[in-house]
């Protein structure tokens, strides 16, 4: 249970720095010197899940040095890397320590790891595992094969939702500046006299955003396939616009409240739903990129459109509804 | 991925059948079944379905892929782009996600 608490509490970034293991070798079991050697990151939540996947087995667990990040992203960013294993398997002494010459790689980690190379460079060769670590135990089992169904990834509702918990961690700082803005707004407005009428319009304002955020981190991923469109920008867009529409039948009060309301919240939900990329396990950096340049200013000319119309209103009120 | 695509033709993924030896390596470390062993060599049977991690390009013994790898994050590219900027530099660093 207290894992459970700790595996949610990393995700939202609480005590991320303490989820690191120090790299070495490490026993599962008591393992001899046929054992197989797996090699892993020395990200905790890994390292736990391998514990628990393969619980009762006899292994070698060589952790590697990639700075608390899981194997995926440190391949991404080459902590995970060829030279990086050779050189534990050259600290643990691991060719005095065991008989074969084999080292286990998580296959996600070939972005970073040559396998081919391996051999040159610490006397063990590499064979890829498979990409889960529940499917550890039957690759183990069926002498090192692993088949299609374990080599393909796969981005599942829970998954879609854990890695969400990510993004709320990385938006802090920008939704605190989002807030301060608002505030900023607020001032500039006729409430901007008394402190309640800045209150007032600022909440309602960072509210909308605070919608758009949870739109684009939450909704969009939930139903990441149900938005016909391609670009996660898109996706973001559509939510957002229909997340607006809702917030200003409810909440607003004429017109051009409700039309900045509706630009807001799509721009919000676009932005995040674009950031929502880095969590995926299928776009590419031409991909992202290609969106990137296509959407961020639809979503620049949309929050303008939305603080001129809200300011307008809230200084002109029923003259700019008369009118236009 | 057949049931989550991103952006179709835009991937930087190249491949040469005539340097391909068939050792399999690619087809082994995709995530995403973009390559089949046929006949002894590499098909590029998915080519839209690719990420460009990276992977296939670094393990293929005789260089026969080659991708302009990197991670498809958007903040990832965002950050790049921000510390291109003279006085931007100094608050952000490139390719500053999951770190």
Redesign the interface.
């Known amino acids: 249970m207290a894992d459970r608490i700790g595996a949610i509490s990393v995700r939202l970034g609480i005590g991320r720095d303490n989820y690191r293991i120090a790299p070495g070798l490490y026993a599962l079991g008591e393992p001899g010197a046929a054992s197989p050697v797996l090699v892993t990151c020395n990200f905790k939540l890994t390292v736990d899940l391998l514990r628990r996947e393969l619980a009762g087995r006899a292994l070698w667990l060589l952790v590697v040095e990639t700075y608390g990040i899981n194997v995926w992203c440190a391949a991404g960013k080459k902590s995970f890397s060829t030279e990086e294993i050779a050189g534990r398997v050259r600290a643990a002494g691991l060719e005095k320590v065991v008989t074969h010459r084999r080292l286990i790689l998580p296959q996600l980690a070939a972005p970073g790891v040559a396998a081919q190379k391996l051999r040159k460079l610490c006397g063990f060769s590499g064979v890829f595992g498979p990409v889960r670590a529940d499917d550890l135990p039957a690759f183990l089992d069926a002498d090192m094969h692993a088949g299609p169904e374990m080599r393909n990834v796969e981005f599942k509702l829970a998954e879609r939702l854990k890695v969400a918990l990510v993004e709320v961690h990385g938006a802090r700082k920008f939704m605190g500046w989002i807030l301060a803005a608002c505030f900023l707004l607020a001032l500039l407005g006729p409430g901007g006299f008394s402190f309640a009428g800045i209150a007032g319009a600022g909440a309602g304002a960072f509210g909308v955003a605070l919608a758009g955020f949870l739109t684009g981190v939450f909704i969009v991923p939930a139903f990441l396939r149900r938005i016909p469109v391609r670009a996660f920008a898109a996706k973001g867009l559509i939510a957002g616009a229909l997340m607006g529409l809702l917030l200003a039948a409810i909440l607003g009060r004429a017109w051009p409240e409700k039309t900045a309301a509706l630009m807001a919240c799509a721009a919000f939900a676009s932005w995040f739903a674009m950031h929502y990329t880095g969590s995926t396990p299928f776009t590419s950096l031409s991909g992202v990129d290609r969106e990137m340049r296509r959407y961020m200013p639809v979503q620049a000319v949309l929050i303008v459109f939305a603080t001129m119309f809200w300011l307008a209103w809230a200084w002109w009120g029923d003259s700019v509804t008369r009118g236009l | 991925?057949k049931?989550?695509?991103?952006?179709?033709n835009?991937?930087?993924l190249e491949y040469h059948p005539d340097k391909c030896v068939g050792c399999g390596?690619c087809t082994?470390?995709?995530?995403?079944?973009v390559f089949n062993q046929e006949n002894g060599k590499a098909l590029l049977a998915d080519r839209d379905?690719?990420?460009?991690?990276?992977?296939?390009a670094?393990?293929c013994?005789t260089r026969a892929i080659v991708v302009?790898?990197?991670?498809?994050?958007?903040?990832?590219?965002?950050y790049g782009w921000l510390s291109a900027i003279p006085f931007l530099r100094r608050l952000f660093v490139p390719?500053a996600?999951?770190?």
């Open positions: 991925m049931e989550f695509r991103h952006l179709e835009i991937v930087t390596a082994t470390v995709c995530p995403h079944g379905g690719c990420m460009e991690c990276g992977a296939c670094l393990n013994p302009r790898s990197g991670v498809g994050c958007a903040q990832a590219i965002l390719d996600c999951c770190s």
